[in-house]
Structures are given as structure tokens and as C-alpha cells.
């Protein structure tokens, strides 16, 4: 997979931001932005997930879950290390 588009991290930091403070459904929309930007990227997968179990919606929760773990190996892409 070729280099993230920095809107792609930076969409993924600012759900990571309101996910830190259990924001979950205001956070799940930017990591479906990341994912249409990065839809190889696993963790925006699995922290979309995560948003969607602690709102309640199981059903979208086990979606994003499952689509996290039909990401290959070849195409999973580490988070970015801080700066």
C-alpha cells in the first residue's frame, strides 16, 4: 500500500481524539473518512469497530470488525508514530 494520505491520518487522529474522550459517535464518522481514503489501513477498521460497539450498534460494530480482519497482512499499515 502506498504512503497514507495525510488527510487520511489526520481525519484518523481527530477520531482517535474524541475517541480518547469516549466521543464514539462523533469519532466514527472521520474513520469512515479515513477509510474511503485508506481502505487498506486496519486500524481505522478496527477503531470504527470499537465506535460503533460502544453506541449501541452492535450490527455495524461486527461489520467494521470483520471487515478489520479481512485486511491482509500485506496490506495492514502500522499507525503512524507520533511526531
Known sequence: MPDLDPEAIRANDAGVALADERRYAEAAPFYEQVLALAPGWYAPHLNLGIARKQTGDWAR???????????????CRPSPSPS
Open 61 to 75: 460494530s461486527l461489520a467494521a470488525s470483520i471487515r478489520a480482519h479481512r485486511v491482509t497482512r500485506a496490506d
